[in-house]
């Protein structure tokens, strides 16, 4: 899989890097073992993980490796959240590329309160872009509103707003939270590259979850980015499977629940 160019599930296990320890992923190993046997086209993970678990990965070679770049914390605390600002370039485009990253990934957050934050976002994000193909990696952008400043993170205007200007930083491919099938419609059709549904919390209902995954399919989307949604399900890699028969094979979402069924 080449995100530039192909579709398909990437699993997101980046998490622990931003936020510490999550319910379904204080195994690091074992939960991407787990994963992994559901086959995905792409893992997302730190460049410090996709090290670490190499021989993990190099078993699964058809597997993209995409490696995050940037560290986001929301405190001075780990694992507390009290609206800090922190968020920088941690790790290289010489480094993802020499641990066997296909790709790499960082966000772009807006709603800051700070805009030098931002700027200093904008600035590390447009430089990765920009050199990334120097490394033969190719650059996701993670558009997204998680600043103080918006309420609703999956504002539809605000979105459509994120995704151009990832566009413009020169962004491979995009990764947005799902704005609706009509915006995502919209979206899609003047974007000049991949975009990929970022899942978000855990779905309580797995019905509706896999139906939004076939409506952000049927409006353009390339593929899925999706963690908390695959690795806290009961039964991960049944999960992938699923995934990949609405994403990949273009199945139903009654036709995607067998997988988890049996």
């Known amino acids: 899989m080449t995100i530039e160019t192909e579709s398909g599930v990437i699993v997101a296990l980046d998490h622990g890097l931003h936020w510490g320890t999550f319910p379904g992923f204080e195994d690091y190993r074992g939960t991407l073992e787990t994963v992994l046997e559901g086959e995905p086209d792409g893992i997302l993970g730190s460049v410090p993980f996709l090290n670490r678990f190499r021989d993990v990965l190099d078993a699964s070679a058809a597997t993209t490796r995409v490696g995050t770049l940037d560290v986001i914390h929301d405190s001075t605390i780990p694992g507390a959240d009290d609206g800090a600002e922190i968020h920088r370039q941690a790790f290289s485009l010489e480094e993802a590329a020499r641990v066997g990253a296909d790709a790499v990934k960082v966000c772009v957050v807006y709603g800051r ?18 050199n990334g ?6 650059v996701v952008l993670e558009q997204v509103l998680w600043g103080n400043r918006i309420e609703d993170d999956q504002n539809p205007d605000l979105i459509e707003h994120a995704a151009r200007l ?46 939004t995954t076939r409506d952000a399919m ?3 989307a390339s593929g899925v980015t999706y963690g908390r949604n695959v690795w806290q399900h009961d039964d991960p890699s049944a999960m992938v499977r699923a995934l990949k028969a609405i994403v990949n094979d273009g199945a139903s979402p009654s036709k995607a629940l067998s997988h988890l069924d049996g």
């Open 113 to 130: 309160e700070d805009p030098d934050v931002l700027a200093h976002n904008i600035e590390f994000a447009a430089r990765i872009a920009e």
């Open 133 to 138: 193909r120097e490394y033969g990696l190719d």
């Open 166 to 211: 990832g566009v413009e930083l020169g962004a491979d491919a995009l990764k947005l939270y799902y704005p609706g099938q009509e915006r995502l419609d919209a979206i899609t059709a003047n974007t000049p590259c991949p975009v990929f549904v970022a899942g978000g919390a855990q779905s309580g209902d797995t019905r509706q979850f896999l139906e």
């Open 218 to 220: 049927d409006a353009g």
